[in-house]
């Protein structure tokens, strides 16, 4: 079973609509984030969440939002869809041991989010 | 705005061949790492190296640093078809990672 799975894998909507794009780990990690990608520019930063209650805005939060449901649920939200927000999007984890990170992250496959 | 960039942004080799490729970043860090992505999929990480170290080795991978140029380097020896990907360098700094645009690396048969 994979560690990190997100849903769903892909999504049309349209402009407008609001979207939730799920993420789930069984790695046992504190440290969730959300990325998206676009084409030739590599990944960006939306969110991240050291552990239930911490959540922090990355590099690109402007109309996404998320939820840190649990230590194993990480959920963002796009409030009102945009065609530019058409990316590849994706989950990730990483650990600490004794409260120092170690950095390495886990990804999971996907979402490919169309907004029309 | 992105801290790393790869440098080239894409490559074709033999199989065989060596490749390299290489990664500038502006910031200080406190770790810098190598991820692959096959076409579409997520992010595998190959090899994270340390701001105080300067070479590191994992099987045919060999990363280097320069923390005095902000730069490092991936060399993958003898490449395969297999490791057809994109290479992404990753800088970890105060709690956060910034990927570059990554290079594309085509290996030919």
């Known amino acids: 079973d994979a560690d990190v799975t997100q849903t769903p894998r892909n999504r049309i909507t349209k402009t407008g609509k609001r979207i939730m794009l799920e993420c789930s780990q069984t790695?046992?990690?504190?440290?969730m984030y959300w990325y998206r990608q676009d084409p030739g520019l590599g990944l960006r930063l939306i969110y991240y969440?050291?552990?239930?209650?911490?959540?922090n805005k990355g590099e690109i939060s402007d109309g996404y939002s998320v939820s840190r449901q649990a230590q194993a649920k990480f959920s963002l939200s796009l409030e009102s869809a945009i065609p530019n927000q058409t990316a590849l999007y994706f989950c990730?984890?990483?650990?600490?041991?004794?409260?120092?990170?170690?950095?390495?992250?886990?990804f999971g496959p996907g979402t490919r989010l169309t907004v029309l | 705005s992105q801290q790393g960039e790869e440098d080239p942004q894409a490559l074709s080799i033999q199989e065989g061949e060596n490749a390299t490729m290489n990664c500038s970043y502006k910031?200080?860090?406190?770790?810098l790492q190598w991820y692959r992505q096959n076409s579409g999929r997520g992010l595998v990480h190959l090899i994270l190296?340390?701001?105080?170290?300067r070479e590191k080795h994992s099987g045919r991978l060999r990363v280097t640093l320069d923390t005095s140029k902000k730069s490092s380097s991936l060399l993958i020896t003898a490449s395969r078809a297999a490791d057809t990907a994109s290479y992404f360098c990753?800088?970890?700094?105060?709690?956060?990672?910034?990927f570059g645009s990554g290079t594309k690396l085509n290996v030919k048969p």
């Open positions: 990730a984890t990483s650990g600490t041991i004794a409260g120092v990170s170690y950095n390495e992250q886990f």
């Open positions: 790695k046992g990690h504190d440290r």
């Open positions: 969440s050291f552990d239930v209650k911490d959540i």
């Open positions: 910031t200080s860090i406190n770790n």
């Open positions: 190296i340390r701001s105080n170290e």
């Open positions: 990753a800088t970890a700094g105060f709690n956060k990672f910034y």
